[in-house]
């Protein structure tokens, strides 16, 4: 809860500034494939950008092919959210878009910003609940 600030009117708390920037440089180095057909973790991905590598992910069960997370960035509070190539590719259906949206919702709710990673070969398509498209 340190992430977040007491109420929406509020600025996040911040904290002192974790890692440097070589080392997360010389960290992606290692996590990110060489061949772009290779899958990789992008919870490592965001781990190496955020202060102290620690990342606090929300919803871990609900559409895994979307991460939705929290750490800090120079000592700022920010929100991650990060298609998945572990899973289905990191393509968005219409759920992983809920997820992402309702995340995004969140941490405009409480000022906080956000780091987009995108790494998909597209949106997955599917008729609606309602039987059009």
Known sequence: MGLLPANADELAPRSPVGHQTDETVAVLGSIIPDRATSSYDVRQV????????????????????????????????????????????????????????RFVRFCDSFNLPLVTLVDTPGFLPARTSSGEG
């Open 46 to 101: 965001a781990a190496a950008i955020a202060d102290d590598h620690d990342v606090t992910e929300l919803w871990t069960r609900w559409s895994p092919q979307l991460v939705t997370a929290l750490g800090r960035i120079a000592g700022r509070p920010v929100g991650f959210v990060a298609n998945q190539p572990q899973a289905l590719a990191g393509t968005l259906d219409i759920a992983a878009s809920q997820k992402g949206a």
